[in-house]
């Protein structure tokens, strides 16, 4: 890995109290599952990978904070509240006990193409990510991860989607990348599961 796992955008960050949101705990469940099964982790040079959201109101979204994959369990201060996104100007604003994450325009680029999608997963796994590259909506491999390229290609892929309340899209630029999204986290994991659940 080179500077992956790197926050790349301006992150406007005021350090505060641990957000609340009414899926708090099913987002902690989901996201210490996933650590359980290799998907959120943390490679052998100490880089983190791997993220979850749920939709908080409709600009933002309560997300994993950057540098959380090493913890095998993340209660409520390892996440954060973006309040905006703005993918253009490559500029998040967060509040919380940490940095939102290193994917954040990633996940705030689905939330702003599908209207009826509530919860965001990023993971890794590299057998699935090789067998479902160019099998499912996959990114140009020329859009690195947490650019706004990134993010404009993932908001047009969920937008061509027939079904946009939930689905799964290959980040070809982004070794090993998958991001699933649902109505709420239980629909994304199980979208993700559902894919990924063959290689794991």
């Given at each position: 890995m080179t500077d992956e796992g790197y926050i790349k955008f301006q992150c406007d960050w005021t350090e505060s109290a641990p957000p609340s949101h009414p899926l708090l705990s099913t987002l902690m469940a989901w996201r210490d599952r996933l650590y359980g099964l290799g998907l959120i982790g943390v490679y052998r040079d100490g880089i983190g990978y791997g993220n979850i959201s749920v939709r908080d109101g409709g600009r933002g979204c309560v997300i994993s904070g950057s540098g959380t994959g090493l913890l095998a369990?993340?209660?409520?201060?390892?996440?954060?509240?973006?309040?905006?996104a703005d993918i253009v100007g490559n500029r998040v604003v967060c509040v919380g006990p940490v940095r939102a994450s290193s994917e954040t325009m990633s996940h705030m680029a689905v939330y702003g193409s599908a209207p009826d999608a509530g919860a965001v997963i990023h993971v890794h796994h590299p057998?699935?990510?090789?067998a479902l590259l160019g099998k499912i909506p996959t990114t140009d491999v020329a859009a690195a991860y947490g650019t706004p390229e990134m993010a404009r290609e993932i908001g047009r892929l969920v937008r061509a989607e027939e079904h946009r309340s939930g689905g799964i899209v290959a980040m070809a630029g982004h070794r090993d990348?998958?991001?699933?999204?649902?109505?709420?986290?239980?629909?994304?994991?199980?979208i993700l599961l559902a894919h990924v659940g063959p290689f794991i």
């Open positions: 369990k993340l209660d409520e201060r390892g996440y954060t509240r973006v309040i905006s057998a699935a990510w090789n990348g998958l991001i699933a999204y649902g109505r709420d986290p239980d629909a994304a994991g199980e």
